[in-house]
């Protein structure tokens, strides 16, 4: 089985997630254990894949064993690998998370659900490791109905915010067609690593750039990239906590991701119409970096705080690519993982805090350290890691960024990532602030041994994430060296 | 060649952050946690004085554990210069903690499972900013510091303190974040940022782009230092409990930015290219102004932490004076002004704090005749003022002769004047408050007597080894060996030191 | 089907339509390799069909599959697709790879595999068709 | 109009126009049902703009027909494949619009979007 | 204000498209890129490959099957989707 890890990456989820409704119908309890085997089979493969990767060079599987132009292949390298290990762990802390929301629900709603979630997981994976354009707009489509679904089973007003998603979002996706559609009449081939070389004589040709700009809006839309943001703060607010945990983990980064992809191994950095449109990217991103702080700054709701941070934060992401050297990408990369765990933990805690007292208004937060210290404490971890305090990750990648951006001589990007940091520790302080500093009218009953702050279940995914961070920046360094820079475009992948 | 690998320097920085663990983790047990700290702090003084007789016979102590960043290792390193400081907080951990166990039993403080694992934390990151050989790792534990003292700064959780905590932040975190940018620059420019003795930035740039890296360093160093226009948190940090006071002012923090500065002068950017720069200059003169007015706001103050405050801010711009002076001399008297003033200073704040807690009385007005009911605690007080204004015998002395010294080097006797100019004015703050301890007669304090023993140890040994540094200056530690290697090292460009 | 549908009409409309039409669908997808056609079409078409009953007859059709087990049916048509992917793994070949299939007569092994998955996708897309109707008409959606 | 214009460009403006009808009724139109046709629209000119990439002059239908051999006699079997997918995706963003559209009529009792957020904020 | 960015926004685009159509290959066009990069094996070798007279099916099915088994996700997810918004309700207990 060794030489099927990337299929069975996909393969198990998406077929466990097919029979989960039968499952369901017959054993409701049995869902969730199966659901969770399915995502720990997706990390073995996914460790699997990375490991294989890392020794021995990238790796192409084939489906049906056809060759790449003509048949559909996945390809693997320590970047693609290392995303699908993120997404699968992510899915399966965030699945363990869940248990509490849903142990009330009839069988009807734990599969659906439960269905849903693992073909979010199945879509986002087969997003990251695709060879091929077209295959790629199938799994993205696979994973955007499961997040309308599943934002929208946030109650009425997360069904309005679910609809504009979708308008929105299927708007991206014809977008991308579009372009695969550009980039397919004037080269003649899907396959990603054929759509290189065969597009490289043609860049100066008018419809790449079509295709270059459609599949800009398309993935632009997708990751929320600035003036194309607008779905995303009603999404996240009104969305159920545990779905929306995973969706702002990582459903935005593998768009960032797949314009990686794009940008600097189909169409090629060196080029210049490339290079202009990075630079567009650049200053988009420098200006949703600071809008999307200073809109977080402006919210009393902590959710819709969080999701004007992921505007904020995800345009680090396009800043890392538009600075394009290797620091950059390497910033870019690392905030994609780190971002990932940062927003996740503190949408868990978001979470947390509404399961144990109904709250998500900052104001309401006060005296939160005393009623939940552990929570709080990841919270901490993670609030530093966003603003950026050594030695949390959040730290690392913004050094990569200005260490990238100073040695192009991008001072703007500098300056904007400075004055976001500042902004960052405006609006998360504010909420330290509250839970720590200011003082409460009623007694509160500490938690203790007997009654936990929160259940089992919640409070190790949340841990577990909280400690990652740590982790994450101080080890960032194997991370940076062994894996992610052997992805980077002449990164020296054997 | 006389490197070698030694893992004390990570020990020492290692063996508070898991203090701060345990003491966390035995919340509910006073004693217990009472019990890591002083444990910490005696290890971690026997792991730093250890380390003491290798680094004077001219050895120098690394260690890289672990890869912080691509390409950049986690590098501590114990030189001379690093011992000073590093041995300097070690020894003051102890003598704080006995002081804030005294302290907050007395006054029955909440929070304290907090206070002390911060506290712990924040030696631990002193630690690390002793040791960093690196720019990144220097960064990486000057901000672990800035974040762990903001739970000593807001302490006290009320509306004050909440809004000195958000200077102390706002301070702090844009100066972090200017320096990260500087470090950085340094970065791309040279391709690493290994501290080396006499600097290693000559020639790697254009004199415009060092000059700026150089301002960014100076303004993100010169916040937690409280050079003059950047000084505004640290007044405003008073509201914390005084044992913070004495060791945001005498040990770790600002004593990390005076010592980043001179880390930046004399290992990054080396006197001989800040010379060519002539940006120093404009240091010293603003370190010059500080000294002054500084010094004149404190004469205006009631509130006896507030003008200890602002006699802390006119004190550590001797040792930016001394940095930006550039010569030998200069940098010696900067540097053995760390530790003059950190004994002197941490003096007056325990003094400070055991009036404030013994009679409950913050303002100078209102301690009319103290000093006959606590006569240690007033006569420790007239010592370290005494230090303060510059009289010979306290150590004070040593590091204003030096850098009069320095400036008569460098050809600026107008700094002697500023100094001459500063002793008078510093005399005239400090000396009035003993003055009215002890000859103003009030019958107030009638039932009140000396602060308790866990207090009153602590200061009078440090006015003791004021004194003795000052007639002694290497005793204990040999700072002054150190300081005088480090500076050897520094002119000579010689890596490890000089052949002491 | 022996019950009155209520009008002649609609009572000769669906005996005349719906046998045909589930015949077409059988021969859309048997001969979906060699004419337009395949499993999408055909699940289209026993989707329609077994909506025309429901039109006709309302909830309690005798041709029928109820909400619920359409979504059931739905996952298990395409689990059949993706096992007979997960089926060629087995053999020793990449996902979806019909050579290896040995248990097959060797030239219709394509073939026969290209049945196999078209057999799911039409269970699959009759079974969402009807899912979607069901959930779509239901009265009483709960808010 | 020339053989050449009507080969070149006409098809090609008409898909643009058919295209750009998506964001112009995402932008202009109020009503969410006029949004999610608008949606449709949009995704069926894309839909055309790919079968339209694999005409041939002079060539039929991709079912082989015994003793026509030669790769100039069949049209471009790939887009059409690549459409079914296509078709069905959008066949299914439309379903789950459906749905989604349904239960907002049903909560809000209107399809005005500025309604629909006025009712949805109080 | 809006309004006007959004008129200027998709003018510019289907100008834009208008523009760059003469970029496209031909239509009919026997020789265009299409049709002679990866097709042209479709339409030769899917009798012999695979067997099948309709190259769509062949390609659909096999020489793309996984993309099939995509879109059959995608119409299952969807259904799951409505299944899940109109049959299993809205309404949450309060957590």
């Known amino acids: 089985m060794r030489e099927q890890y990337p299929a069975l990456l996909i393969i198990v989820p998406l077929l466990t997630a097919l029979v989960i409704p039968i499952i369901a119908y017959l054993v409701k309890r049995l869902v969730r254990w199966i659901a969770m085997g399915a995502l720990i089979i997706a990390n073995i493969s996914a460790i699997g894949a990375l490991m294989h990767v890392l020794n021995q060079g990238v790796w192409h599987y084939r489906f049906g064993n056809w060759m790449p132009p003509w048949g559909i292949e996945y390809v693997i390298d320590p970047l693609s690998a290392g995303m699908a290990l993120l997404i699968s762990f992510i899915s399966l802390v965030v699945l363990i998370y869940s248990d509490v929301f849903l142990k009330e629900e009839g069988w009807l709603k734990i599969g659906m659900y439960h269905t849903l979630y693992l073909l979010l997981t199945v879509g986002l994976l087969g997003m990251v490791v695709t060879g091929d354009v077209f295959n790629f707009y199938v799994f993205l489509e696979i994973s955007s109905l499961s997040a309308y679904g599943l934002i929208a089973s946030g109650g009425s007003k997360a069904v309005v915010a679910a609809f504009r998603y979708l308008l929105i979002g299927t708007i991206g996706g014809s977008c991308y067609l579009l372009g695969v559609g550009y980039l397919y009449a004037i080269t003649g081939t899907l396959n990603m690593g054929d759509l290189a070389v065969r597009v490289q004589p043609l860049m100066d040709s008018p419809a790449v750039i079509v295709a270059v700009s459609m599949i800009l809006v398309g993935m632009g839309i997708k990751m929320a990239l600035f003036p194309m943001h607008g779905w995303l703060p009603d999404s996240y607010t009104y969305a159920p906590p545990h779905a929306i945990s995973f969706i702002s983990g990582v459903m935005t980064k593998v768009a960032a991701y797949a314009m990686f992809r794009y940008f600097y191994f189909i169409f090629g950095a060196a080029n210049e119409t490339i290079a202009i449109v990075l630079q567009v990217i650049g200053a988009f991103a420098a200006i949703g970096i600071i809008v999307g702080s200073i809109m977080a700054i402006a919210q009393s709701d902590f959710r819709r705080m969080l999701a004007y941070s992921s505007i904020a934060q995800v345009s680090y992401i396009a800043l890392g690519l538009a600075i394009g050297n290797m620091y950059g990408l390497i910033g870019a990369m690392f905030h994609i993982l780190n971002h990932a765990i940062m927003k996740c933990c503190l949408f868990l805690i978001a979470g947390g805090i509404k399961w144990k007292t109904g709250e998500y208004k900052i104001a309401k937060f006060i005296e939160m350290s005393r009623k939940m210290p552990k929570t709080m404490g990841a919270f901490i971890i993670a609030a530093l890691s966003m603003v950026g305090i050594p030695p949390t990750a959040g730290f690392f990648s913004k050094w990569y960024l200005v260490l990238g951006a100073i040695e192009k001589n991008m001072w703007i990007y500098v300056a904007a990532i400075v004055l976001s940091s500042l902004l960052n520790a405006i609006y998360f302080f504010r909420i330290i602030e509250n839970a720590y500093l200011k003082k409460g009218q009623e007694d509160i009953v500490p938690a203790s041994p007997k009654k936990p702050e929160l259940p089992f279940s919640m409070l190790v995914p949340i841990i577990v994430l909280g400690i990652g961070i740590l982790i994450i920046g101080i080890f960032n360094e194997p991370i940076v060296c062994q894996v992610m820079q052997y992805g980077l475009p002449g990164g020296g992948m054997r | ?500 | ?143 | ?122 | ?95």
């Open chain 2, 1 to 500: 060649m006389n490197v070698l690998i030694d893992y004390r320097p990570l020990w020492a920085v290692v063996i508070s952050l898991v203090a701060a663990g345990l003491i966390m983790l035995s919340d509910k047990k006073p004693n217990l946690r009472e019990a890591w700290t002083l444990i910490a702090a005696f290890g971690k003084m026997f792991i730093v004085f250890s380390m003491l007789p290798a680094v004077l016979s001219g050895q120098i102590l690394v260690t890289e554990p672990l890869h912080v960043a691509k390409g950049i290792s986690l590098y501590l390193k114990a030189d001379p210069m690093a011992m000073i400081f590093a041995a300097l907080a070690s020894a003051l951990w102890i003598v704080t903690s006995f002081y804030s166990i005294g302290y907050m039993r007395k006054l029955k403080e909440e929070h304290q499972t907090g206070y002390f694992a911060s506290f712990a934390v924040c030696l631990a990151a002193t630690m690390g900013i002793a040791f960093a050989g690196n720019l990144l790792t220097f960064f990486v534990f000057y901000e672990i510091l800035t974040i762990a003292t903001y739970p000593l700064v807001i302490h006290e959780r009320d509306d004050e303190a909440i809004k000195s905590g958000r200077k102390y932040l706002a301070y702090t975190l844009i100066g972090g974040q200017l320096l990260l940018v500087g470090i950085i620059w340094v970065y791309v420019l040279t391709g690493g940022g290994d501290f080396q003795a006499g600097g290693f930035l000559a020639g790697k740039g254009s004199v415009t782009s060092l000059r700026i890296i150089f301002v960014l360093m100076m303004i993100g160093t010169g916040v937690k230092a409280a050079i003059m226009p950047l000084h505004g948190w640290l007044p405003a940090a008073m509201v914390a409990p005084t044992p913070v006071s004495a060791l945001l002012h005498a040990v770790a923090v600002v004593k990390a930015g005076a010592f980043g500065i001179l880390r930046i002068v004399g290992f990054v950017f080396g006197p001989e290219l800040l010379k060519d720069l002539g940006v120093a200059t404009a240091l010293a003169w603003i370190a010059g102004f500080t000294i002054i007015v500084s010094s004149l706001i404190a004469i205006a103050q009631d509130n006896l932490k507030r003008r200890l405050a602002f006699s802390t801010i006119g004190q550590l711009s001797y040792v930016v004076l001394g940095a930006a002076l550039l010569t030998p001399m200069g940098i010696l008297g900067g540097m053995y002004h760390i530790v003059a003033h950190a004994f002197m200073k941490i003096t007056l704040f325990f003094c400070a704090g055991a009036i404030l807690a013994t009679v409950h009385k913050h303002n100078i007005s209102e301690l009319n005749g103290i000093g006959r009911q606590m006569p240690f605690t007033m006569g420790a007080f007239a010592i370290g003022s005494l230090g303060i204004t510059g009289l010979p015998f306290i150590v004070g002395f040593i590091s204003k002769y030096n850098l009069a010294l320095g400036a008569l080097e460098r050809g600026q006797g107008i700094f002697i004047a500023v100094l001459l100019a500063s002793g008078l004015l510093s005399a005239s703050y400090l000396l009035p408050i003993v003055y009215i301890a002890f000859f103003k007669k009030s019958e107030e304090f009638q039932e009140y007597k000396e602060a308790n023993l866990c207090m009153l140890v602590p200061l009078v040994f440090t006015a003791a080894v004021s004194i003795i540094l000052g007639i002694f200056p290497n005793a204990g530690a040999h700072f002054y060996d150190l300081a005088t290697m480090a500076v050897k090292s520094i002119v000579t460009g010689n890596l490890l030191g000089g052949g002491w």
């Open chain 5, 1 to 95: 204000m809006r309004k006007a960015i959004s008129y200027v926004t998709v003018a510019g685009m289907l100008f834009f498209l208008f523009a760059v159509a003469g970029a496209l290959p031909q239509l009919y066009d026997p020789n265009s890129p299409a049709a002679r990069h990866v097709s042209p094996r479709y339409i030769e070798k899917s009798h012999e490959e695979i067997g099948s007279a309709n190259y769509v099916t062949a390609v659909l099915a096999d020489y793309r099957g996984y993309d099939t088994l995509g879109e059959t996700t995608v119409i299952f997810t969807a259904g799951v989707v409505t299944v899940m918004l109109l049959r299993t309700g809205l309404k949450r207990k309060k957590l």
């Open chain 3, 1 to 143: 089907m022996n019950r009155d549908f209520g009008s002649i009409v609609l009572d000769t409309a669906f005996r005349y339509l719906v046998p045909f039409i589930l015949v077409y669908g059988v021969y859309v997808l048997l001969h979906g390799e060699e004419s337009p056609g395949g499993g999408f079409q055909a699940g289209a078409l026993f989707g329609i069909a077994i909506i025309i009953a429901r039109l006709v007859q309302g909830e309690k059709c005798e041709l029928n599959i109820p909400g619920n087990a359409a979504v059931v049916l739905g996952g298990l048509g395409t689990f059949i697709f993706g096992f007979i992917g997960l089926l060629c793994i087995f053999f020793g070949g990449n996902f979806l790879e019909y050579g290896v299939l040995s248990f097959l007569p060797e030239p219709q092994r394509h073939t026969l595999g290209i049945l196999g998955i078209e057999i799911g996708v039409t269970i699959c897309v009759m079974a969402t068709i009807i899912t979607i109707y069901d959930a779509l008409t239901r009265r009483e959606v709960s808010l």
């Open chain 4, 1 to 122: 109009m020339s053989k050449e214009f009507l080969s070149q460009y006409l098809l090609y403006w008409l898909i643009a126009v058919l295209f750009m009808i998506g964001p112009i009724g995402m932008i202009f139109k109020n009503n969410l049902m006029k949004k999610l046709m608008a949606m449709n629209i949009m995704q069926v000119a894309v839909i055309i703009f790919f079968l339209a990439l694999g005409q041939k002059m002079d060539a039929t239908l991709p079912i082989e027909i015994p003793g026509l051999t030669g790769v100039t006699n069949y049209i471009n079997p790939l887009p059409h494949a690549l459409m079914l997918t296509a078709i069905v995706v959008s066949l299914s963003t439309t379903g789950v619009a459906l749905a989604l559209l349904l239960l907002i009529q049903k909560k809000y009792g209107v399809l005005e979007e500025d309604e629909v957020l006025r009712r949805m904020d109080q």
